[in-house]
């Protein structure tokens, strides 16, 4: 088994929840965000958000414990660690969101506001993973 710097992958997983709660507030995408799914403003009111909160905390943990695995060689560089986080948020996550999007007949702001979201939180992953190893 490969050598994870457990405190890393915790303060990875806390960063896209922090991200997530920035990008997603009315300071950043969330009039945006609300307009481009259809939902009417009081969606914050709707279902268990502690549990949603406590699963999305967990659903981040897991991510970040793949990203932490996938960049976990010893030849892994600092630059290394923040491509393979890119390339994975960018090109998997977000183009796959992108995919579903669009059969579901999306509007394009969905697919910048949610894959914009998952690009950036994926990379700031890699760079904590990258620094903290």
Known sequence: MQDINHFA????????FLIGGLWYSPAM???AWVKANGFGEDIAKKGNTPMIFIVSFILSLVMAYNLAFFIAGPETTMGWAISAALLAGFGWAALSLAIVALFERRP??????????ITVSFTVMGLILGLWR
């Open 9 to 16: 992958v915790f303060a990875a997983a806390l960063s896209t």
């Open 29 to 31: 995408f969330y009039k």
């Open 108 to 117: 394009a702001s969905y697919i910048l506001i949610n894959g914009g979201y």
